[in-house]
């Protein structure tokens, strides 16, 4: 009776123990945690990436953020624990479950860039740099809703799934057009996320969602397999809950494509290891602009004072701070730098992938229809002939178009004079405006005006929180090919105030 009683009792130990290792508490999980994890047993690939579909399964219905999750996710973990069983090595994002915004070609998956047009359009291949992640370990978990063509900075509505809401506040929005992306990190539906940006859209929805967004230099990281909006400035980048996971991501995907002649421009400029410049002093010694042009232009009054907390921390934190800096015929020089090239650009798209007679022209896109009003106007507006005369020499990218240098070298020469290592100013002079009131509420967007017309990196850190719980963003500029100074800073900003908390979410 005695063995009986201790052979139950042993098998009760062994199911709690059971129970207690597949338990993961997915909030705020980093690269770094999974990985020792892993190491230590505690749990699997295949758990983990269940836990995530499990949390999507139940909470997503309140923000609408994942569009589709990837049917294969959990054979992709399998197989990603064997491999580790096997040899005992971890790759660089191994056993990591990445969000993908839908725009962005991944086998196994529609890319619909939330469009109807685009609904049952299956990618032959992925993306140059979902296979540059997919060979670091990482697992394609899901897509995620976008503003549709990624045409609203603002707010984040497609046809295929509708409106994405913010996890802070779900009567708020999460920004364009990567809102998706940015609210499904925030809420822990997956460890890492992509986004895209052409003139906010990775440090828009970062700023919204307390993420870490990071705009890199144009032509530090492949476009190829993504569908645009206007390729002259599209960047496609990380959108994570802490600097460190985004520049995992970024040691990933840096480099150059044939098939993205821009990025020919990165050549000899990307480090070894971007990982280096993780440091937690990183901020003593350095030289920061306070960009006011920017700050004061009609801020909230709680965004100010998030700002002005901001100059102070970094001030604490060992930097000093010039207040402010002023560059010449800023106004000037910001006007007429937009080239709305969108129909050129996703003809071409459409030609490369979707290679359909009936889906080749922006004109077959409009036969198709939409859901959203706002889509559909953006797609009128392109019907009409606007680009320059001399497109070639006024839309070009940042390295050959006169008017984009003069804009960028102005900013340089200061920052230069100066001794900089970044200008600051926040991401956003407003809080998330309410859905319903998105036009009227769309204030305050500074990530539209300088980097992706100037090519220079800009990344955005979480900068705190309004009363109401509602997110903002501290932009860094930087000079061109400057993303390891960006890191040093971001990182130790992060570190020395630690901003970042996950939403409540409540059913």
Not at 456 to 463: R, S
Request: charged residues 20%; aromatic residues 8%.
């Amino acid at each position: 009776m005695n063995r009986i009683l201790a052979f139950l009792l042993l098998g009760l130990v062994w199911a709690c123990q059971t129970s207690e290792k597949k338990t993961i508490h997915l909030e705020e999980l980093t690269i770094s945690q999974i990985h020792q994890a892993y190491q230590n047993g505690e749990y699997s690939a295949e758990e983990l990436t269940q836990a995530y579909l499990d949390r999507i399964q139940s909470w997503d219905s309140l923000t609408n953020s994942i569009s589709f999750i990837h049917p294969e996710a959990l054979a992709q973990a399998k197989a990603l624990d064997e491999e580790f069983a096997q040899t005992g090595k971890l790759r660089p994002l191994h056993g990591i479950p990445l969000i993908v915004k839908d725009n962005i070609n991944t086998l196994g998956l529609p890319t619909t860039a939330g469009a109807l047009a685009l609904a049952d359009f299956y990618p032959e291949t992925d993306a140059f740099i979902i296979q540059k992640l997919k060979d670091a370990g990482a697992i394609i978990l899901a897509k995620s809703n976008m503003a549709e063509w990624a045409f609203s900075p603002m707010h984040s509505e497609s046809s295929t799934l509708g409106t994405t809401r913010n996890p802070y506040h779900l009567d708020h929005v999460p920004a364009g057009s990567s809102g998706g992306t940015g609210a499904a990190v925030a809420a822990n539906f997956g460890t890492i996320g992509l986004g895209t940006d052409t003139g906010n859209s990775i440090r828009g929805p970062s700023s919204h969602n307390a993420l870490v967004g990071f705009r890199t230099t144009l032509g530090l990281v492949s476009r190829e397999g993504i569908v645009p909006l206007y390729l002259r400035n599209d960047v496609v980048g990380p959108m994570c809950r802490t600097v460190e996971d985004a520049v995992r991501i970024l040691q990933m995907i840096a480099g150059t494509d044939p098939k993205d002649p821009i990025t020919a421009n990165s050549q000899g400029k990307i480090p070894a290891d971007y990982l280096q410049s993780l440091q937690k002093d990183g901020l003593k010694g350095a030289q920061i602009g306070v960009f006011r042009t920017l700050s004061e232009a009609d801020p909230d009054p709680e965004i100010s004072g998030l700002f002005e907390k901001a100059i102070a921390d970094l001030k604490s934190l060992g930097a000093t701070l010039i207040d402010s800096v002023e560059v010449e015929n800023f106004d000037s020089l910001r006007r007429n730098q937009w080239c709305p090239v969108f129909r050129e650009d996703l003809e071409k798209f459409l030609a490369d992938y979707v290679k359909r007679d009936t889906m080749s022209t922006l004109e077959d896109v409009i036969r198709v229809g939409t859901k959203s009003d706002y889509a559909r106007n953006g797609l009128q507006r392109f019907l009409e002939p606007n680009l320059p005369e001399n497109m070639d020499q006024d839309c070009g990218d940042p390295f050959t178009d006169l008017k984009r240098i003069a804009f960028r070298e102005a900013i340089e020469k200061v920052m230069d004079s100066l001794q900089l290592d970044a200008l600051i100013y926040p991401s956003w002079n407003h809080p998330p405006a309410l859905i319903e009131r998105f036009q009227e509420e769309y204030k305050g967007d500074n990530s539209q005006i300088i980097s992706p017309h100037t090519g220079q990196p800009a990344f955005t850190v979480p900068m705190g929180f309004t009363s109401k719980g509602l997110p903002a963003g501290l932009q860094f500029l930087g000079k061109m090919w400057t993303e390891p100074t960006l890191i040093r800073l971001t990182y130790a900003y992060e570190q020395g105030t630690l901003h970042r908390k996950p939403p409540a979410l409540t059913q």
